[in-house]
């Protein structure tokens, strides 16, 4: 209720994705969800580190058989645009009528965006501004195109990419992390297949969990919540306070790893259905001037962005802090996340991240321009402002 009698009105918006398969040998369902999609040419898309390292690429291929139309490997960290230009080409080559994207978000973004570039015959990196997302009276307006191809997604992090149809990648002239969305660009099928994360770095699975709960909080902490994708995120929560830890102290227990994944699969349900706040946009702006990672920018800014919006999310944080095992009030919630993150042996400062201090006023006048730096339930007057949360993040 928004209060005085009045009701607060939204709308959610489902994607176009035709089921999750979860607990399954990921080579076996991807076989499967080939010949029920009737594809005849399927393009794996991984990273280069996965291919090499995971049983779970070459399984794929070798179980679509004749169905293979090839694997492109040069899904890269931020997906500069050049190398969605490259995977866009591969694609047309091979004549694929489906991808199978596997990996983190890196790799799904790196196929949601090359999706655009097809749809709009984009042929170099300077062309994709005419598919960049835009803004308009606070809006996202997404480019009125259709996929020509689709992507079924086989996730080895817990970044959520796979359940939203927003994805980004990094002008590298700019320096700066641009968002793409399209109305199908989203996978058609997920397979959460736990077996598959076993070759996923430490760092890197725990920190994307921690991008997880980040989806989370700032879900429930977000302007237009509502109470469908907070009771999501809240049991997102439960399961992430206990399955990370679980899984940073045991890496093969398959039931923790699945419900860490549908975890992430609850909390990326509010991804662009809420407004988020400034822990994922300053994330943004980390992650283009740096080469921060996105876990690794939640684990830093997270709690501090809790305390900023503590003055005015104090009843959402007292939830949060309840369903990740500490009640007593919302500023319990932010020392929970940072105990969380620190029991994963996870940077909890931007210095132990390798940032250096001279990058902060860049990042700072970078983040003020960042649509979820402007939808933070508390608002920033001016970079100055962001610049002080960056200084406190430092250490």
Known sequence: MAGNGEVRAGHYTYLPQDRVIFGRPAAEAVAEEAERLGARRVMIAASRSLAENAAVVRETAAALGARHAGT???????????????????VREAGADLIVSMGGGTVIDTVKVLQLVLAADIRDAGGMDAVRLAVKDGKAVLPDLASPVRQIAVPTTLSGAEFSNLGAATDTARGAKEPFMGRDVNPRTVILDPEATLATPEWLWLSTGIRAVDHAVET?????????CDGLSLHALRLLAAGLRRTKEAPEDMEARLACQQAAWMAASSIMRVQYGASHGIGHALGGVTGMAHGITSCVMLPHVMRHNLPVTGPQQALIAEAMGAPGGGGAAADTVGALIADLGLPTTLRAAGVERAQLP????????????????RPFGDAGEILALLEAAYG
């Open 72 to 90: 492109f490997t040069g899904c890269r960290e931020h997906t500069p645009r050049e190398t969605v230009i490259d995977a866009a080409n591969a």
């Open 220 to 228: 429930i902490c977000g302007i237009d919540a509502n109470a469908y």
């Open 362 to 377: 860049k990042v700072a006048e970078i983040a003020l321009s960042n649509l979820w730096v402007r939808t933070n339930p």
